[in-house]
Nanobody
Framework: VQLQAFGGGLVQAGDSLTLSCAGS????????LGWFRQAPGRKRDFVAW????????RYADSVKGRFTISRDYAKNTGYLQMNSLKFEDTAVYYC?????????????????????WGQGTKFTVSS
């Protein structure tokens, strides 16, 4: 499975932006997806998770109510819709996929649970 994240750029505070994560491989749609971000000088943090199938989701408290994770099985693509962007959302955003189709999502916010990572896409929120 290969992942490619894109959609970054420069936006203003309060704007909206959608990041995409395109997956290749016949098994992509069987995996849960996650988004993580790494701000300058900080460790990589969990942002959002969506499982396969029913599409259960989880979010970091810092983005809950502003970000929405989704996926389009027909397009082998995951999305992160971000609204009401803040300066502190500035980071490199990574999409990731778990290689375990039976994963129940335990530890969804732990990057060690993910086997495949995209290259990251950066966006900056100007205040």
């Amino acid at each position: 499975v290969q992942l490619q994240a894109f959609g970054g750029g420069l936006v203003q505070a309060g704007d909206s932006l959608t990041l995409s994560c395109a997956g290749s491989g016949s098994t992509f749609n069987t995996y849960s997806l996650g988004w993580f971000r790494q701000a300058p000088g900080r460790k990589r943090d969990f942002v959002a998770w969506i499982n396969r199938g029913r599409g259960s989701t989880r979010y970091a408290d810092s983005v809950k109510g502003r970000f929405t994770i989704s996926r389009d099985y027909a397009k082998n693509t995951g999305y992160l819709q971000m609204n009401s962007l803040k300066f502190e959302d500035t980071a490199v955003y990574y999409c990731a996929a778990s290689g375990n189709p039976f994963w129940d999502g335990t530890g969804y916010n732990d990057e060690d649970e993910y086997d495949y990572w995209g290259q990251g896409t950066k966006f900056t929120v100007s205040s």
